[in-house]
Structures are given as structure tokens and as C-alpha cells.
């Protein structure tokens, strides 16, 4: 992939996108700082979502997480993108999948622990996103597969260039788990088998990094 490089004196360039036409609360989200990144992972600094999504800075390399979250039947968690959001909306994708932010505890300072500072922002998000109580949220076996590195443009505004931390849990009983999806970040959610993920993946709109996971780690033979 190609990398973008970043301004280092003075900050990031100026971007001028007008919000107005989005979403409010969603352009609300577009401030909030994010982890600048190297392709090795190492933290240059923070960034807004804004600056870090604009296909006009690259987009700038920053730090995410995707979950897959799995029943007793080892069927997928599914959630659809609300037609709000401004990246990719309404697509398909994982169960969740967002940004640890800049702070102590999102880059796991506290620990000396980047995974851990993820798992935090999953289980956060996880309660933003899906309303998966955080008790619940953290009870969760998120077990850490590894990073990914990808680069994908939405349309020709926007696009995602991220180290991606992909956490993988199964749960006992999925039916027991408190879900209430907020519908300014989620439309739709549903759980589905190997075959029925197969299918849709060739019918429906999802997500980039989704594909790129899915295709890696979840399609092989015995995944």
C-alpha cells in the first residue's frame, strides 16, 4: 500500500470539508482524536477522524480494531452501518469496528500494552454501537489475532488507511447477550452461519476491511 507522508512541523495540513450536509452527531464524531501511526505501528501522534479519513491527506494512517463475535452455534454477528454514518454507510460489516482514541488508557499506556488499550476501545464501542452492556462487554474473551495493514477509498472524499487489531470471541448463549443497537450508528443486526456470511459477501455491500479480514482469516479452509 502506498503511505501518505505526514506533516511534521505545524501540524497536519488544513482540510476543508463542509459537515453541514451530514449527519450532526456523526460529524461531531469526525473531531474526535485518533492514533497516528507508522506502517510498524508506532505512535506519531493524534489526529482527528476527520483529517485521518479525507482521501485529500492520504488518507493518514491510524490505529483501529474490528471484532468477531460468535454464538454457541458459531454463527457471525453481522451489524449494518446506519444510512447516517458518513463513511460507508450502510454497508455490512463485523460485529464492531472502530478507532481506539488518543488517550492513556485507548493506547494501553497504563500497561505497556497496545492490544490492551484496543480491547478497551472495542469494549467501549461495543456499548456505544450495539448496547452490549460493559459488564458484558468486558466479560468477553476478545482474544487478539493480530494487525492488519489495508488502504480503501469509500468514494473519492472519503477512505480508510488503518492498522487494524482483529479481536475474535464466542460467546455461550448469544440470545442471552443485551443488545439494543443505536440507531444513529447501527440499522440492522443479525447472526449468521459460515454459508449464509459466504452468501451475502457476494450480494451485499460491505464493508473493505471486512472483505480483506474475511477472505484472510475467516474463509480458508477450516476457518
Not at 447516517?84 to 463485523?94: C, D, E, G, L, V
Not at 505497556?112 to 448496547?131: I, M, P, S, T
Not at 480503501?152 to 482483529?166: I, N, P, Q, R, S
Given at each position: 500500500?502506498?503511505?501518505?507522508?505526514l506533516?511534521?512541523?505545524?501540524?497536519?495540513?488544513?482540510?476543508?470539508?463542509?459537515?453541514?450536509?451530514?449527519?450532526?452527531?456523526?460529524?461531531?464524531?469526525?473531531?474526535?482524536?485518533?492514533?497516528?501511526?507508522?506502517?510498524?505501528?508506532?505512535?506519531l501522534?493524534?489526529?482527528s477522524?476527520?483529517?485521518?479519513?479525507?482521501m485529500?491527506?492520504?488518507?493518514?494512517?491510524?490505529?483501529?480494531?474490528?471484532?468477531?463475535?460468535?454464538?454457541?452455534?458459531?454463527?457471525l454477528?453481522?451489524?449494518r452501518?446506519?444510512?447516517?454514518?458518513?463513511?460507508?454507510?450502510?454497508?455490512?460489516?463485523?460485529?464492531?469496528?472502530s478507532?481506539?482514541?488518543?488517550?492513556?488508557?485507548e493506547?494501553?499506556?497504563?500497561?505497556?500494552?497496545?492490544?490492551?488499550?484496543?480491547?478497551?476501545?472495542?469494549?467501549?464501542?461495543?456499548?456505544?454501537?450495539l448496547?452490549l452492556?460493559?459488564?458484558?462487554?468486558?466479560?468477553?474473551d476478545?482474544?487478539?489475532?493480530?494487525?492488519?495493514?489495508?488502504?480503501?477509498?469509500?468514494d473519492?472524499?472519503?477512505?480508510?488507511?488503518?492498522v487494524?487489531?482483529?479481536?475474535?470471541a464466542?460467546?455461550?448463549?448469544?440470545?442471552?447477550?443485551?443488545?439494543?443497537?443505536n440507531?444513529?450508528e447501527?440499522?440492522?443486526?443479525?447472526?449468521?452461519?459460515?454459508?449464509?456470511f459466504?452468501?451475502?459477501?457476494?450480494?451485499?455491500?460491505?464493508?473493505?476491511w471486512?472483505?480483506?479480514?474475511?477472505?484472510?482469516?475467516?474463509?480458508?479452509?477450516?476457518?
Amino acid at each position: 500500500p502506498q503511505h501518505a507522508p505526514l506533516a511534521r512541523s505545524g501540524g497536519l495540513a488544513a482540510t476543508s470539508v463542509d459537515l453541514s450536509d451530514y449527519d450532526a452527531h456523526q460529524a461531531t464524531l469526525m473531531e474526535e482524536r485518533v492514533i497516528l501511526v507508522t506502517p510498524e505501528d508506532d505512535v506519531l501522534g493524534p489526529a482527528s477522524k476527520l483529517d485521518t479519513h479525507l482521501m485529500s491527506t492520504g488518507p493518514l494512517l491510524h490505529r483501529a480494531f474490528s471484532v468477531f463475535l460468535f454464538d454457541e452455534r458459531h454463527r457471525l454477528l453481522l451489524q449494518r452501518r446506519a444510512a447516517a454514518k458518513i463513511t460507508f454507510p450502510s454497508a455490512w460489516t463485523n460485529t464492531c469496528c472502530s478507532h481506539p482514541l488518543f488517550t492513556p488508557e485507548e493506547k494501553g499506556d497504563d500497561v505497556g500494552d497496545a492490544v490492551v488499550g484496543a480491547r478497551r476501545a472495542a469494549v467501549r464501542k461495543l456499548e456505544q454501537e450495539l448496547g452490549l452492556p460493559e459488564p458484558q462487554g468486558r466479560a468477553l474473551d476478545l482474544r487478539y489475532l493480530g494487525r492488519i495493514l489495508y488502504h480503501a477509498a469509500a468514494d473519492d472524499t472519503w477512505g480508510e488507511h488503518e492498522v487494524d487489531y482483529l479481536f475474535v470471541a464466542q460467546v455461550e448463549d448469544g440470545a442471552a447477550l443485551t443488545l439494543a443497537g443505536n440507531e444513529n450508528e447501527v440499522s440492522d443486526v443479525e447472526w449468521v452461519s459460515r454459508d449464509e456470511f459466504t452468501r451475502m459477501m457476494q450480494t451485499e455491500k460491505f464493508t473493505p476491511w471486512c472483505r480483506v479480514i474475511a477472505e484472510a482469516l475467516l474463509m480458508g479452509e477450516g476457518g
